[in-house]
């Protein structure tokens, strides 16, 4: 099984924050990796795929990019509506989730 | 626009079978993409479960298959999800999913999901 991994597990930040995510997979994954934004109460929603493409309707405030075993997301400038718990997911083999990361309020 | 709705017992008694549907409406399943389940527990985090493409293959994560049925219906363009030999680990939310596989290398995520289904494991 292909083990997912994030740092940090949470994080506070203020509003106009830029803030990163890493993710890192157990072996490689090439680009198979995954973005998702899950608000409280809610399903998750798909942010990023393919490690670097933002998905439809996204605003461009998000961004991710790596290979391999190495993966980011970025959000530039942060806004009230992005604290939330963020997950990579891998779909290179099966399909693995990492354990998450909550952004809350600094 | 695609929406996707789970409905489940709410509650499953252990060693019996947990039985969740997902209804589909603005797309029929029969058409296109891959319709799968995903599981959500403080203890596991999101789990993938199984997904079964629109011709009918069906593909499960390892650990469940042994108790893992995945149908779907494409008279009521409908999905479901039957998990035998429950136990207390079982205990989580259910959310069915649309898996897209597009052309573009890594391209393979879930796409729509449901709002989600509880569905807890207790005698």
């Known amino acids: 099984d292909i083990q997912m991994t994030q740092s940090p597990t949470s994080l506070s930040a203020s509003l106009g924050d830029r803030v990163t995510i890493t993710c890192r997979a157990s072996?490689?994954?090439?680009?198979?990796l995954n973005w998702y934004q899950q608000r409280p109460g809610k399903a998750p929603k798909l942010l990023i795929y393919a490690a670097s493409s933002l998905q439809s309707g996204v605003p461009s405030r998000f961004s991710g990019g790596g290979s391999g075993t190495e993966f980011f997301l970025t959000i530039s400038s942060l806004q009230p509506e992005d604290f939330a718990t963020y997950f990579c997911?891998?779909?290179?083999?099966?399909?693995?989730f990492g354990p998450g990361t909550k952004v809350d309020v600094k | 626009q695609v929406q996707l709705k789970e409905s489940g017992p709410g509650l499953v008694k252990p060693s019996e079978t947990l039985s969740v549907t997902c209804s589909v409406s603005g797309f029929s399943i029969s058409s296109a993409y891959y319709w799968g389940w995903i599981r959500q527990s403080p203890e596991k985090g999101l789990e993938w479960i199984g997904s079964i493409s629109n011709s009918g293959n069906t593909f499960y994560n390892p650990s469940l298959k042994s108790r893992l049925t995945i149908s779907l219906d494409t008279s009521t363009n409908q999905f479901s999800l039957n998990l035998s030999s429950v136990t207390a680990a079982d205990t989580a939310l259910y959310y069915c999913?649309?898996?897209?596989?597009?052309?573009?290398?890594?391209?393979?995520?879930?796409?729509?999901w449901g709002q989600g289904t509880m569905v807890t494991v207790s005698s």
């Open positions: 072996q490689s994954i090439s680009n198979y």
């Open positions: 999913v649309r898996r897209i596989v597009g052309t573009l290398g890594g391209f393979d995520a879930f796409d729509i």
């Open positions: 997911q891998q779909s290179y083999t099966a399909f693995t």
